[in-house]
């Protein structure tokens, strides 16, 4: 186990990264109010499916209103009542972003961060319709994802995995992609968790349902992400704005607080930012449990409560609830007005009846589970009563897994890093041996289903918490190295026993020296807990090095829920260095189709390697603040501003490993010929009409195209493969101090064969070109000289060009 990060080097770190004026933390103690909560419109398309709502509302009583807006016990892991006087048929909410968490039968897909590596809009978007499907199949209404909170501000965030990358744009496509893709089948997505939710630690008050070894009080409340206007608009809420976009039917607010406000509670966010800014029409919910009050939340923009029926007391099915029959006396005492809970039904209503969720859904399968995980549902029935006798469920067990392993795998090898590859190492060809060493090799030795807990043995096909999922089926790397190797005849010896490898001469019992040595490393994370370490787990490093030391042909492949340190990234015997993070079920078949070269490498690093931990210390997790009783302990200020990621290493002019964007092929790619056109004809106005209209995403005008940028690429290599041109953008220096030196504004994952070129066309809208002006309160385009940079990573400027605005 390494050392965690040392305090000193994290304080000299953020000393040296930040820039602009010193931090005041009394600027942080509360947020700004924002009231009242704004009413929808069905602007953006969902008009007809407003009035749809109207018309329904009419008929409710202010009871059905609370139960359409508060969590009630049923068979999924959000349940919202069957009103079956309205032939309302509920709503089943259920987990997560790579899997229908706890249904039997269904595909555990790539997490976001193996397909935020594939760079490859299409198959996000087919990812998307794919689990779409499976919802939808299994009878849930809502897909809870995607994620872009945590975004990765902290390379040891427990749960970064289940989101896309540290960089907003790459997110934001991801993002946008998702939803659409998830929304075509009828299903609706919720964006989560909003906002600034950047570690697990504390991120809920001890003593409620989180382990803890901090004194139990609810009095203490959970972590502050305390961040500037600027930051924010950048970084964090950037991505929320294209689900916006996209059309998401709900976002689910975080646990934490941001600037000493529940994000539950926080009207500036909900009310001021997403509803307003954003101009969101769906509903808002809270992640499970983060409801702290009643009036205070539902005033600031709340509007659903999950799961309703608990508050902070141990999980049962006794408790009383803020919400429900509360909100009734809160509505009749006037506390929270008429309109306000009929903007808020009217927000759940639309999108159900805009994806035709009223038409046609499927009942709902029961073995979904219900929170917390249960084995047996059967446990649960006397729940489910209210459900069957409203007509609701239907078989259970249903198998909606479909053809969906093909693109599984696919884009398993899709988003697959290969960071190394020396001595013509990869892809093998039919070696006479195959040594393969490391605990992440073979198959699961402890249950098709991951909770919470790390485990010794077995590959790591996604991480833990409610991102995880339950395996109908895995397929083991070791299990389809064998299955290759068959047909290759080549013999396959292994050790899977770190303890027994990480020792001197542990792998030199296999003799003679195999011809190719494959390592295999992983490294574990869950929900409510952040890693305390970037070294793989089971003292990996050392497993690698002592197969190093006797096999001179040691290829490392690497499952991991986020950045890892490399310390033998240099070892000339690594010969090839592989990542694939966590790929689902089709692990193995998608590892073998990159070793052995029948899917070429594509996919791109979604962060940077830097060559030391201490290198990311600029956002370090705060765990140092334990055994305290002060209620208001928990702050955690990102004084960074925006410079996370390649964006700190860039602007400090730090030297990294293997930088943001980086990723081999087998084959090799050049980029040619760019050109640069501005497509407005008039002179471009720094700021977007204040009369221009706020779309679900922001003012349209953000979204508009005002350049275009050209590069030819071409396989100049002898084997077809895909590559990502990369567009990068620096603003003039009139954009402030502490702007990053430059960001990610466009990709494209371009196919082709050898020896083939093709153009590439970005184009930059006007979001692209701005940075948030604090004092105006608006995205503003600051004037100067803008540099374009393409290349096939964050560090590899292949053709440049600049414009003037
Ligand atoms: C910090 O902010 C507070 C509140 O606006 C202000 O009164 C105080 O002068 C500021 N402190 C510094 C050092 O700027
Ligand atoms: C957080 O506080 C900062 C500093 O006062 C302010 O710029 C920002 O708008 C606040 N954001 C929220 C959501 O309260
Ligand atoms: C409202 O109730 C009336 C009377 O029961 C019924 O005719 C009408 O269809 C209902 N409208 C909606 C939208 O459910
Ligand atoms: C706090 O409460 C939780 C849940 O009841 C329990 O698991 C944990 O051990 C407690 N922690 C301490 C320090 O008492
Ligand atoms: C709570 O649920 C259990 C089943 O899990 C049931 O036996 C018990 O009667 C329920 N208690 C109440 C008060 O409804
Ligand atoms: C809600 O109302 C019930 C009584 O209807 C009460 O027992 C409970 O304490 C109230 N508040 C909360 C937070 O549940
Ligand atoms: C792994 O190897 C170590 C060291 O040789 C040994 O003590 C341990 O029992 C082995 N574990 C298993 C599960 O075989
Ligand atoms: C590389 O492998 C050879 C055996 O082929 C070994 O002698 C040498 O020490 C190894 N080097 C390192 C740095 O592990
Ligand atoms: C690598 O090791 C193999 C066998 O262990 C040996 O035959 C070969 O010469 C070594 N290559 C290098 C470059 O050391
Ligand atoms: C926490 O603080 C309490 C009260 O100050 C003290 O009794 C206890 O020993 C402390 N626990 C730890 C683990 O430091
Ligand atoms: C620019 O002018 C041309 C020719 O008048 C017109 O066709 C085009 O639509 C204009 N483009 C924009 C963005 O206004
Ligand atoms: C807002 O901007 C969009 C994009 O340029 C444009 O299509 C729309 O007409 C504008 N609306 C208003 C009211 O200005």
């Known amino acids: 186990m390494a050392p965690l990060l040392d305090l000193a080097a994290v304080i000299l770190a953020c000393a040296a990264g930040v820039s602009g004026e010193a931090w005041n933390s009394s600027l942080f103690t509360s947020s700004p109010d924002v009231f009242p909560s704004p009413q929808m419109s069905g602007i953006g398309g969902w008009e007809a499916a407003m009035a749809k709502a109207n018309a329904f509302l009419a008929n409710m009583t202010l009871q059905?209103?609370?139960?359409?807006?508060?969590?009630?016990?049923?068979?999924?892991?959000?349940?919202?009542?069957?009103?079956?006087?309205?032939?309302?048929?509920?709503?089943?909410?259920?987990?997560?972003?790579?899997?229908?968490?706890e249904a039997t039968y269904v595909s555990v897909f790539p997490a976001g961060l193996t397909t935020a590596a594939s760079w490859d809009r299409d198959l996000m978007k087919t990812r998307g319709i794919y689990m779409g499907q499976e919802f939808r199949d299994k009878g849930s209404h809502v897909y809870l994802g995607p994620v872009a909170g945590p975004l990765g501000r902290s390379a040891l965030s427990g749960r970064n995995w289940e989101g896309f990358s540290p960089d907003p744009y790459l997110t934001g496509v991801a993002m946008e992609e998702t939803i659409t893709g998830v929304q075509s089948t009828g299903v609706q997505?919720?964006?989560?968790?909003?906002?600034?939710?950047?570690?697990?630690?504390?991120?809920?008050?001890?003593?409620?349902?989180?382990?803890?070894?901090?004194?139990?009080?609810?009095?203490?409340?959970?972590?502050?992400?305390?961040?500037?206007?600027?930051t924010l608009h950048e970084l964090y809420l950037w991505p929320f704005a294209n689900a916006v976009r996209a059309g998401v039917a709900n976002v689910m607010c975080s646990y934490n607080r941001v600037n000493s406000t529940w994000a539950s509670q926080n009207s500036k966010l909900l009310n001021g930012l997403l509803k307003t800014e954003l101009g969101f029409q769906g509903y808002v919910v809270s992640d499970w449990m983060a409801v702290h009050t009643g009036v205070d939340t539902i005033n600031a923009g709340l509007d659903m409560n999950m799961p309703g029926q608990w508050n902070w007391a141990p999980i049962d099915n006794t408790t009383s609830s803020w919400w429900g029959p509360n909100l009734t006396v809160s509505v009749n005492n006037g506390s929270v007005s008429a309109s306000r809970i009929d903007d808020m039904v009217r927000r759940v209503l639309t999108p159900y009846f805009f994806l035709g969720q009223d038409q046609d859904f499927p009942t709902i399968d029961p073995s979904m589970?219900?929170?917390?995980?249960?084995?047996?549902?059967?446990?649960?029935?006397?729940?489910?009563?209210?459900?069957?006798?409203?007509?609701?469920?239907?078989?259970?067990?249903?198998?909606?897994?479909?053809?969906?392993?093909?693109?599984?795998?696919?884009?398993?090898?899709?988003?697959?890093?290969?960071?190394?590859?020396?001595?013509?190492?990869?892809?093998l060809k039919a070696?006479?041996?195959?040594?393969?060493?490391?605990?992440?090799?073979?198959?699961?030795?402890t249950g098709p289903y991951y909770h919470a807990d790390s485990y010794e043995y077995g590959c790591l096909p996604i991480g833990g918490g409610s991102?995880?999922?339950?395996?109908?089926?895995?397929?083991?790397?070791?299990?389809?190295?064998?299955?290759?190797?068959?047909?290759?005849?080549?013999?396959?010896?292994?050790?899977?026993?770190?303890?027994?490898l990480a020792i001197d001469g542990g792998a030199s019992t296999i003799y003679p020296v195999p011809e190719v040595c494959l390592v295999f490393l992983k490294t574990w994370a869950a929900e409510g807990t952040d890693r305390d370490?970037?070294?793989?787990?089971?003292?990996?490093?050392?497993?690698?090095?002592?197969?190093?030391?006797?096999?001179?042909?040691?290829?490392?492949?690497?499952?991991?829920?986020?950045?890892?340190?490399?310390?033998?990234?240099?070892?000339?015997?690594?010969?090839?260095?592989?990542?694939?993070?966590?790929?689902?079920?089709?692990?193995?078949n998608s590892l073998v189709?990159?070793?052995?070269?029948?899917?070429?490498?594509?996919?791109?690093?979604?962060?940077?390697?830097?060559?030391?931990?201490?290198?990311?210390?600029?956002?370090?997790?705060?765990?140092?603040?334990?055994?305290?009783?002060?209620?208001?302990?928990?702050?955690?200020?990102?004084?960074?501003?925006?410079?996370?990621?390649?964006?700190?290493?860039?602007?400090?002019?730090?030297?990294?490993?293997?930088?943001?964007?980086?990723?081999l092929s087998y084959t090799t790619f050049d980029l040619a010929n760019i050109s640069i056109s501005k497509l407005a004809n008039s002179t471009i106005a720094s700021l977007p009409a204040a009369t221009n209209v706020t779309a679900p995403g922001g003012k349209a005008e953000l979204w508009d195209a005002l350049y275009s940028v050209t590069v030819s690429v071409s396989n100049t290599g002898s084997l077809a493969g895909a590559t990502v041109p990369q567009l990068y953008v620096t603003l003039p220096a009139t954009a402030?101090?502490?702007?990053?030196?430059?960001?990610?504004?466009?990709?494209?994952?371009?196919?082709?064969?050898?020896?083939e070129t093709k153009t590439v066309t970005f184009e930059l809208m006007r979001r692209d070109l701005s940075v948030w002006d604090t004092l105006v309160q608006e995205w503003r385009i600051p004037s100067g000289d803008f540099g374009v940079k393409v290349g096939f990573s964050s560090r590899d400027a292949k053709v440049q060009g600049t414009f003037t605005i």
């Open 64 to 101: 059905e209103k609370t139960i359409m807006l508060t969590g009630a016990n049923g068979p999924c892991v959000g349940n919202i009542s069957p009103i079956p006087r309205l032939g309302f048929k509920g709503l089943c909410l259920q987990d997560g972003p790579a899997s229908v968490r």
């Open 593 to 663: 189709d990159i070793l052995y070269g029948v899917y070429n490498p594509s996919g791109k690093l979604p962060y940077s390697i830097a060559h030391n931990e201490s290198d990311y210390s600029f956002a370090p997790v705060v765990t140092s603040v334990a055994n305290t009783t002060d209620p208001n302990a928990w702050q955690s200020d990102f004084t960074e501003r925006l410079l996370i990621d390649y964006r700190y290493f860039d602007y400090n002019n730090i030297s990294v490993l293997y930088e943001f964007g980086f990723g």
């Open 736 to 755: 402030g101090e502490g702007t990053p030196v430059q960001q990610l504004r466009g990709f494209d994952k371009i196919s082709l064969e050898a020896g």
């Open 467 to 500: 991102g995880s999922g339950r395996f109908s089926y895995l397929v083991a790397p070791l299990e389809a190295i064998k299955a290759q190797a068959n047909k290759d005849g080549s013999a396959v010896t292994y050790i899977l026993n770190n303890t027994q």
């Open 533 to 588: 370490t970037l070294h793989v787990d089971y003292d990996g490093d050392s497993v690698v090095e002592q197969v190093a030391s006797y096999c001179n042909n040691t290829v490392v492949v690497s499952q991991s829920t986020g950045i890892n340190v490399m310390p033998w990234a240099s070892n000339p015997n690594v010969t090839a260095i592989v990542i694939s993070h966590l790929s689902g079920n089709e692990i193995g």
């Open 431 to 445: 070696p006479s041996s195959i040594g393969v060493f490391g605990n992440a090799a073979g198959d699961l030795t």
């Open 369 to 427: 589970g219900a929170y917390p995980m249960v084995d047996d549902f059967e446990a649960e029935s006397y729940w489910l009563d209210s459900w069957t006798a409203a007509g609701v469920l239907g078989s259970a067990n249903r198998d909606v897994r479909g053809n969906h392993s093909t693109l599984i795998r696919e884009l398993g090898a899709a988003g697959t890093v290969l960071l190394k590859n020396t001595n013509g190492a990869l892809p």
């Open 189 to 230: 997505a919720s964006a989560k968790h909003f906002v600034a939710y950047e570690q697990e630690t504390m991120r809920n008050p001890p003593g409620t349902f989180e382990a803890t070894t901090i004194p139990n009080s609810t009095e203490i409340q959970s972590i502050s992400s305390n961040v500037e206007d600027r």
